[in-house]
């Protein structure tokens, strides 16, 4: 297996007197030491919130750390933190280790490693060069498990190239890969959609002399190939786990039942289920059962959906309220209000009680329809269940009333978050901008806007399309011009549909030369990529931006290359893995605001002319303005 010119193999280990070398640099007592301005004293300095290096100051050390023995309060805080990634807390567990440097404490490796768990949960990976800068400058010498973590981290952060060479790292500094090791590689390739990578990297660990695959290594390699809907290929590899004497379990017929499902075949995925129970004597799980209902709605065919969590019941399954909520929302999609409630009543025969997700279908469904009274009036009850709203509940209300063209309604939902303590998101704050702007009070949609700012909420694409749309609405496409600057000093890209909203409301007027000026105003480095996300919510991470993270922190520490084309080392910034970044990455965002000033700026004599010509013009040209649809709730 051949990765970024590197040929995989489990032969190629070299040990350097137990120590790691990197690029002629040794690990323990590496001179890279003094290049990270980010370690204290204890070489454990608390990474800042912003990802960066930043002086520490220097902490005196417990009497127990300080002589190099186990610490207790180091064990029971590393203890505390694993039980809080366990219960889904990372960002806790992140506040533990930092409580724990601060008291002056030593992290163990065991420390670090369940850090660099709860960055990766939280999906921190600009943080791993700072965390293996840590490990280096304290002097601690990695073991598999740790390596483990981070070639994790790293398939987590969609970047393979470097995963795979971690690994070969691995094997270079003396740790020998585990099954957990091949596990995770294989998983990597099945997430990036290359699947015949993740076939190689199992015959390399069937043909080994170390670690033999398992059955969750035959489950992983059966799920990359049905993920990439090539099912004949994840039957060979159950063939092949049958002939080394390995039989499929629960997880294996269920990863095929979900291919037979969205391949639209779950008449196919069913027939798993007989054999699971006849056969190879498995019992089935609600989430094989989920599987066939989900399959079964998506398809149409709710008839089938209903018979089957009926059934359910004769198999010895109980449904839980992720299958109700399934085939609740099949017929709420389909528009059968009296199924529905047939399905609410054998909700509560089951003994499932509703969750949020269960009202939020009802609640999407009714405000869809223009049912507000009756909305309201499951919204009600969702309270008296003791469910509190989030911010998405509240967005389908809000949705509701703006289809019912009442805005103030709308607007009177962010007042009452505000009451109870729920912080609006892009989402609430845009469909409310939208009501205003469908009812042609653009003032009211800017003073929205204006709140939106001043609550810490950061506009989206959405939110500025939805502002020209109104201006374009009310004739005045100059406004809907100034949005762009707006989107500009809000450090929003614009997309090419952006431009062509302004370009449609000009020509709307009849002024076709500014239309055409609009869109001549726009270039392609300065245009956003169209399948670029909307950031729907507040600025989530892209596991693909993590090698631009690396960079980003590269350079503030002043590692990076002169030459982006070239092949950058990550290790010059930690010293432990030689994760090589690949020559050949997604092109970089302009970080300039002045290319996107230069694309965006309007001249003001330019729209003030345009203003007059509307002035002298609006009854000739008010005839041909076009009708654009709202894009935000199409």
């Not at 892009?426 to 009070?441: H, K, M, N, Q, R």
């Not at 929003?492 to 431009?499: A, D, E, G, N, W």
């Not at 300065?526 to 590269?554: C, I, V």
């Not at 965002?589 to 013009?617: A, E, H, I, N, V």
């Amino acid at each position: 297996m051949v990765e970024n010119g590197v040929q995989l193999t489990l032969t190629s280990t070299v040990k350097n007197n137990g120590k790691i070398r990197i690029n002629g640099e040794v690990l323990n007592g590496s001179p890279l030491k003094e290049k990270h301005e980010a370690a204290g004293s204890n070489g454990a300095a608390v990474q800042p919130s912003n990802g960066r290096a930043a002086k520490q100051p220097q902490k005196v050390l417990c009497t127990t750390c300080g002589k190099g023995h186990a610490c207790q309060a180091v064990i029971g805080r590393t203890r505390q933190m694993r039980a809080l990634i366990d219960a889904r807390k990372p960002h806790q567990a992140h506040s533990a280790f930092r409580r724990l440097v601060d008291d002056g404490h030593r992290p163990s490796l065991v420390t670090y490693t369940t850090l660099l768990t709860a960055l990766t949960s939280q999906r921190m990976f600009e943080s791993i060069p700072w965390l293996l800068a840590q490990v280096e400058d304290a002097g601690l010498r990695p073991d598999s498990i740790f390596f483990n973590a981070l070639i994790n981290a790293l398939v987590e952060a969609g970047r393979m190239g470097e995963a795979t060479n971690t690994f070969l790292r691995m094997g270079h500094s003396g740790c020998s890969p585990t099954v957990s090791t091949f596990n995770t590689l294989i998983k990597g390739y099945g997430i990036a959609g290359r699947p015949e990578e993740s076939q190689r990297v199992f015959d390399v660990m069937a043909g080994g002399e170390g670690v033999r695959p398992n059955l969750t290594t035959c489950n992983i390699l059966v799920k990359a190939w049905c993920d990439a809907g090539r099912l004949e290929e994840a039957w060979r590899v159950v063939a092949r786990m049958r002939a080394a004497g390995t039989e499929p379990d629960v997880v294996t017929y269920n990863t095929l039942a979900s291919a037979y499902a969205k391949n639209d075949e779950t008449w196919r995925a069913e027939e798993l289920v007989v054999e699971m129970a006849t056969q190879a004597g498995l019992r089935t799980s609600e989430r094989t059962w989920g599987i066939i209902v989900g399959g079964y709605c998506r398809e149409g065919r709710l008839g089938e959906a209903f018979r089957c969590v009926r059934q359910m019941k004769d198999a010895g399954v109980l449904p839980n309220v992720i299958v109700f909520n399934t085939l609740l929302k099949g017929f709420l999609d389909a528009n059968d209000m009296a199924a529905v409630d047939d399905v609410l009543r054998l909700m509560e025969q089951f003994g499932i009680k509703p969750d949020i997700v269960t009202y939020s279908h009802q609640l999407n469904a009714l405000s869809s329809m223009g049912h507000m009274a009756r909305c309201m009036k499951v919204f009600d009850k969702m309270i008296e269940a003791g469910i509190e709203p989030d911010p998405q509940v509240y967005s389908i209300l809000a949705k509701g009333y703006v289809r019912a063209q009442q805005p103030e309604k709308a607007e009177e939902l962010l007042r009452q978050m505000d009451r109870l303590g729920v912080r609006p998101n892009v989402v609430t704050f845009t469909t409310v901008i939208s009501g205003w702007c469908s009812v042609a009070d653009m003032d009211n949609a800017m003073r929205v806007y204006a709140a939106m700012r001043d609550a810490g909420v950061r506009p989206n694409l959405r939110t500025f399309e939805t502002l020209i749309w109104g201006y374009s609405e009310q004739k005045q496409p100059w406004k809907a011009e100034e949005v762009l600057q707006i989107m500009q000093d809000a450090g929003v890209r614009p997309k090419q549909t952006t431009y062509c909203l302004v370009a449609d409301a000009w020509k709307a007027v009849g002024l076709v030369e500014n239309a055409n000026r609009a869109l001549g105003s726009s270039t392609p480095s300065d245009l956003r990529h169209d399948d670029d996300d909307d950031d729907d919510d507040e600025e989530p991470d892209h596991p693909d931006d993590g090698d631009d993270k690396l960079q980003r922190f590269e350079r503030s520490n002043g590692h990076a290359k002169s030459d982006p084309s070239r092949s950058m080392q990550v290790t010059s910034c930690t010293g432990l893995a030689s994760m090589s970044l690949q020559a050949i990455r997604k092109p970089a965002r302009p970080s300039s605001p002045s290319l996107l000033r230069r694309s965006c700026q309007l001249p003001l004599r330019s729209s003030w002319l345009c203003r007059k010509q509307l002035q002298m013009q609006c009854g000739v040209y008010g005839h041909s303005i076009s009708s654009l649809k709202m894009v935000f709730l199409s």
